[in-house]
Structure formats: C-alpha cells, structure tokens
C-alpha cells in the first residue's frame, strides 16, 4: 500500500528514457564501450536513487501513520488514567478506613486495660496488707529463733568451761600418779635398804607404812575428786542431752516456720511473677504505641516532603511546558486545556495541603504531648528500677554480714572440735598411764612377795641360827626368842597391813579403771552424740541458710512489691480523691476523650483521603505531564526530523535534478556535436582521409571531455549515496 502511494517524477523518468535512448543510439552507432559502460552504470545509479526515494517516501508514510496512531492513544489514555486513580482512591480509603477502626479498637482496649489496672491495684494492696501481717509474724519467729542460738552458744561456753575444769582434774591425776610412781621408787630404795639391814628394817617399814598411808589417803583423796568430776561430768552429760531435746524441739518449729515461709514465699513469688508479666506487657504496648506513633510521624513526614517534591517538579515542568507551548502553540491546544485544568486541581490541592498541614500541626503538638507522658512515665519507671538496685544492695550487704557471722561460728565450731581432739588425746595419755601404773603396781606386787620369800627364808636361818644359840645359850635364846617373835609378830603387822594396803591399791586401780572405762565409753557416747548433733546441726545450719536466703529475697520481693503498691496506691489515692468527685469527671473527661479521639479519628481520615487524593492526583498529573512531554517530544523531533528528511530529500532531489539537467545538457551539446560531426563527417566524406588526424584528435578530446565527465558523475552520485545512506541509517535508530 505504500509503495503506491509514492508519487513519481516525471523528470527522473524522462531523464532515464534519455539516457536510455542515446545508450541505444551509441550501441548502434558502435560508439566506445567504456561511454555505453559508463551510461549503463548512471542509469543503474538514477535508477537506485529512484527506489530509495520510494523507500524514503514509504517510510515517511509509514511514520505519520504511527505518529497518527500515537495521537489516537494520547487522546484515548486521559479516560483510561482517570478511571485507574479512581480505583487507586477507593482502594486507599478502604484501607485507611480498616486502620483507623484498627486505631479505634487499639484505644478501647487500652481504656479497658487501664481499668484493670485499677481493679488490680486494689488487689495487691490488699496483698500488701496481708503480706505485711505475714512479715511480722515471720520477723518474731526470726528473733525467736536468734535468740534460741544466742543460748545454744552460751551453753557451748558453759560446756566448754566445764572441759577446762576436767582437763585440770586429769592434769591433777596425772601429777599424782606422777607422786605415786615416785613413792614406788622409793619403796624399792627402802626394801634394798631393808636387805643390808634387817635393823632398820623396823624403821624403814614403819617410815614406808606412814609414807603409804599419807600416800593412800592422798589416793583416796584422788579417786573422790574423780568420782565428783564424774559426777559433774553425768550432770553435763544430762543438761546436753536436755539441750538436744530442746534443739530438736527447736529444730521441729523452725522446720514448720521453714514449711510456712517457703508458702508464703511461692504464693509472694506468683503474685510478683503476675505483676512482672502485667509489668511486660504495659511496656510492650507502650513501645507498640511508640513505634505506630513515629510510623505515623515518618509517613506523615514522608507524604509532606513527597507533596513538596512533585509540586515543585510539576511547577518545574510546567515552566518548561509554557516555555516550550511558545513553538508548538498550534499543536498543542488541548495540552494547554489539560495544564489548565492540572493548574486548578493544583491549586485545590495547595489549599488541602495547607489545610492538612494545620491538622498535621495539630496533631503532633498532641503527639508530642503524649511523647512527653510516656518519657516522664519511663523515668518513674527509671527510678523504681534504681531503687530496686539499691535494696538489692542492700540485701548483699545483709547477706556479706550474715556470713561474717556464720564464719565465725564455724570458727568456735573449729576450735571446740580441737579442744575436743585435744582432750581424747589426753584421756588416751591417761588410758596409756594408768595401764603403765597396773604394769608397775603388778611388779611391785611381784616384787613383794620375792622379798617376803626372801624374809620367810632369812627367818627360817635366823630360827636356824637361834635354835644353835639356844643349845649354845639358852638364856640368850630366850630373849633373843621373844625379840624375834617380837618381830615376827609386828614384822606380820605390817605385812598385814601393807597386803592389805596393796589389796586396796590394786582395788582402787582396778575400780579406777573400770570407772575410766566408764568414762570413755561415756566419752564415746558423748562423741557420737556430739557426731549426731553436729550432723543435725549442719543440716539446721543449711536449713537456716536457705531460710535466711529466702527470708532475704522474700524480704527483697516484698519491699519492692509494697514500694510499687505504695507508688500505686499514692497514684491511686491521687486519682481517686475525691471519689464521686473524680468518678464524674474521669467520665467526663472519658467521653470527652473518646469524642476528641473520634474527631481526631475522623479528621485523619479525611486528611489521609485528602492526602491520597492529592497524592494520588499529583502522581496522576505527573505521570500525564511526563507522558505529555514525552509524546510532545517525540511528535516535535518526529516533525523535526521528517522536516529534515523532507528538506533533505528536498535538496537531494533539487541536486539530482541540477546534475540531471548537466547531465542532460552535456549529453545534448555532445549529442550536438557529434550531430555536427557526423553530418561534417558525411559531408567532408570524400575529404575523410585529409581531416583524419584532426578528427582522431577530437575524437581524443571528446573521449577526455567524457571521462572528466564520468568521474564527475561518478562523484556526485557517491555523494547522494552516502547522503541518503546516512538519512536510511538515521531514521531506522529513531
């Protein structure tokens, strides 16, 4: 269809029937091949130039019917663009509509919160209350059980007194078992003495016997003393064992407190894990409510600074547009129309944003005014968290001084053990004695009986010798008889009595070992006691540990649970007063709240629509100026380049027409000549071979005439070539 559109021009086609006719004419007339070559490529040439004029008119065609077809579609895109914002709009409001009903229920349940809180704060001052009854009853048992220790460790010093008191007694006995061994000593001396000489034997027995029986009833004196510390030490025994039955007492009441803490503790520790967990989710909301509110702020901000932007881009594009409707004034009308129209929306949606821009205001002096509560609540919160660091302080410092305290009792513990240990090592030194004193006192007996053997013996000599004295001197012998009998009969006396006193001794020992045996069972009873006691008083002790350590965190929880009631109940009590009074206008200022928020509510949804609207329309009429400028530019560089073209192709077709016009000039005046030549020639035929070197000669000229004018041709039809060869590879790129 294009190709017939493109008109033809005569003169192209009368220029090549020219050409074609004098290349018949030199075919004929058998002129050069090299001329009929060169006319065969100019025909070529004309004739290519022919069909890349058509092409150049096809496109041309070919593009004012897309430039057609592109101003159909900027006409027909207004209603299409104009239905998408409206559906833009619709979708905009409905979802602001769904955040403010989300906004609305956010704010009811907020109220419903507080009312809560409220309920709960009465709650827990009633918790307080019965907490605060708990605690005194739980301080008496505390110094209850104080004091109970303070007495147990008095009586530990008194128990402790009482060891040192028997440590000198054993001290005692073993200076007299000390005295004992030494008498023995002496009493070997004395019978070695009594073997030299039986003379002094009288005397020295008589000295020993009184010697014995100083040291017997130094003995007795012993033993009764041991037999009081024995006594005393029964005694100590049964207030130790009265002791552990009122520790054990003791222990079964603190066990019980111990049981009613620990309720006490769990039902303080649910009580403070609700509050913590309420606590959470108050400072969860609020950091919700603070994230929507700079939200909010950041898309209000956002929207502003967009609105800002586009006006000043479309008042940017409209300078341009009305520099640029100066030249396309004629072709663009219902732009200016449409510009006019955006000028007044414009406007409209200045007066929204300056109106916008006063709520915006609005709402942000309220904003900031609850940014300024919810700081002042957080420093509240700042400084209960600061107290609650300092009684935690505190409660370190309690704890640090009760294991001061602890310390030091299992010091006193450490030195009764060791005073403990000290004594067993002595009544196992005095054990060892006592048997060494038995071992002793046993060869002592032995040793008696081998010298009263030794005496029988000597008084069987002697009663020899006194039998040969009788015979010899009767008289002498009877004396002597009497003297010996005498002796015989104290010398039995004192046997008697010194049997007698050994029996004694070796009884006393021997009751003296059975009752340290006694002792040492008793010791032994005593140490297992002690053993059991100690056990039972280390498990007191972790008892106690863990009852402080949870007396401390229970004191801790509670002080820091009745500061937040007493800092709720002041609030409370701030709120509540007075209470008719405060009621009525809590719900005033309530449903005062509620109306505002439901303006304020209403007013930001209108002022969001507004915004979308305007945001909306703004971006409408930005897209639509864009595309305007855009299909205006192109249109104009499309014109302006077809204008070219055409002033192109214009001038091309003008040079074509000149060069065929030479063309057809130089081939007439050479058609002419050689006319003229041929008609010379015949008529100076007869006369061919006188003007032969002259015609060869011209002939010459001629040819060189028309090489000159080839290569010129040649020329001129390279320039058009590359010329429309440059104009096809341009409009393809545009």
């Not at 086609?13 to 006719?21: D, R, S």
């Not at 009613?260 to 919700?288: C, G």
């Not at 709402?363 to 509560?373: A, G, I, P, W």
């Not at 003008?654 to 002419?672: G, P």
């Amino acid at each position: 269809m294009a190709s017939r559109l493109v008109p033809d021009f005569p003169a192209v086609l009368v220029a090549l029937e020219h050409i074609k006719e004098l290349e018949k004419q030199l075919r004929e007339e058998t002129f050069h091949p090299d001329a009929s070559a060169h006319l065969a490529e100019i025909t070529r040439a004309v004739s290519g130039l022919e069909e890349e004029r058509r092409a150049a008119h096809e496109h041309l065609e070919v593009a004012t019917i897309e430039n057609s077809k592109l101003r159909h579609e900027v006409n027909n895109t207004r209603d299409q663009m104009s239905a998408v914002i409206v559906a833009d709009v619709a979708a905009a409001r409905a979802s602001n509509a769904q955040e403010v009903d989300q906004l609305h229920r956010e704010l009811q349940a907020v109220s419903r919160m507080q009312v809560e809180t409220v309920k709960q704060q009465d709650i827990v001052k009633s918790d307080n209350d019965n907490l605060s009854f708990e605690r005194e009853k739980v301080k008496a048992e505390h110094e209850e059980v104080i004091a109970a220790l303070n007495s147990e460790i008095t009586q530990k010093y008194a128990l402790q007194s009482q060891l040192d008191q028997t440590r000198d007694l054993i001290e005692q006995l073993q200076a007299s078992i000390a005295s004992f061994e030494h008498n023995t000593l002496t009493l070997q001396q004395d019978l070695a003495l009594e073997k030299e000489a039986f003379v002094k034997c009288r005397d020295d027995l008589s000295q020993e016997s009184e010697e014995r029986e100083e040291m017997m009833n130094h003995q007795q004196e012993v033993i009764w003393r041991s037999k009081r510390e024995l006594e005393l030490l029964h005694d100590s025994k049964r207030d130790g064992s009265d002791i552990l039955d009122d520790l054990r007492i003791e222990t079964v009441q603190l066990e019980s407190s111990i049981e009613r803490l620990q309720a006490s503790k769990n039902q303080s520790e649910n009580i403070l894990a609700a509050e913590k967990e309420k606590y959470k989710q108050l400072v969860s909301q609020k950091e919700a409510l603070e994230k929507q509110l700079d939200e909010m702020v950041n898309a209000f901000n956002t929207t502003i600074a967009a609105l800002k932007k586009g006006i000043a881009a479309i008042e940017e594009r409209m300078v341009g547009a009305r520099a640029t409707r100066v030249h396309t004034q004629d072709a663009l009308e219902t732009v200016y129309e449409v510009f006019k129209v955006y000028d007044d929306e414009e406007t409209e949606v200045r007066e929204e944003y300056d109106y916008v821009s006063g709520l915006l205001e609005k709402s942000r002096t309220q904003l900031e005014d609850r940014v300024e509560t919810i700081v002042r609540h957080k420093k509240e919160i700042d400084e209960m968290e600061k107290q609650i660091e300092e009684l935690k302080e505190e409660d370190m410092i309690n704890k640090r001084v009760f294991e001061s305290n602890w310390e030091e009792l299992g010091e006193s513990i450490d030195l009764e053990k060791q005073r403990a240990n000290v004594l067993e090592e002595e009544k196992n030194q005095l054990q060892a004695s006592l048997k060494e004193e038995k071992s002793s006192q046993e060869e002592y007996v032995k040793k008696m009986t081998a010298s009263i053997k030794d005496t029988l013996r000597r008084v069987k000599i002697l009663q020899r010798e006194e039998a040969t004295i009788k015979q010899k001197q009767p008289m002498a012998a009877d004396e002597i008889k009497r003297h010996i009998e005498l002796c015989k009969a104290e010398y039995e006396q004192i046997e008697l009595l010194c049997r007698g006193k050994i029996q004694q001794c070796v009884d006393e020992i021997e009751i003296e070992m059975k009752m340290c045996e006694k002792k040492q069972s008793e010791v032994e009873e005593k140490e297992n006691l002690l053993d059991v006691e100690e056990a039972k008083w280390k498990e007191g002790r972790l008892r106690f540990e863990q009852l402080t350590k949870q007396e401390a965190d229970f004191k801790r929880k509670k002080h820091e649970l009745g500061e937040s009631i007493d800092a709720l109940g002041n609030e409370t009590v701030n709120i509540l007063l007075p209470r008719v009074e405060k009621k009525a206008e809590l719900g005033r200022i309530r449903a005062e709240y509620m109306d505002q928020l439901k303006r304020q509510a209403a007013e930001m949804k209108s002022v969001e629509m507004r915004i979308y609207d305007s945001d909306v329309k703004l971006e409408q009429v930005r897209l639509e100026n864009s595309r305007l400028h855009l299909r205006v530019r192109q249109m104009t560089e499309e014109s302006n380049k077809a204008r070219e073209d055409q002033r192109r192709y214009k001038e091309h077709v003008h040079r074509f027409k000149d060069d065929t016009e030479a063309l057809v000039r130089i081939l007439q005046e050479a058609w002419s000549d050689e006319m003229a030549l041929t008609q010379e020639r015949h008529r100076v035929d007869a006369a061919l071979v006188v003007p032969l070197d002259a015609l060869q000669s011209h002939i010459r000229t001629r040819e060189r005439q028309m090489g000159n004018i080839q290569t010129l041709l040649h020329e001129k039809m390279l320039d058009f070539s590359r010329k429309l060869g440059d104009q096809i590879t341009v409009e393809p790129q545009s």
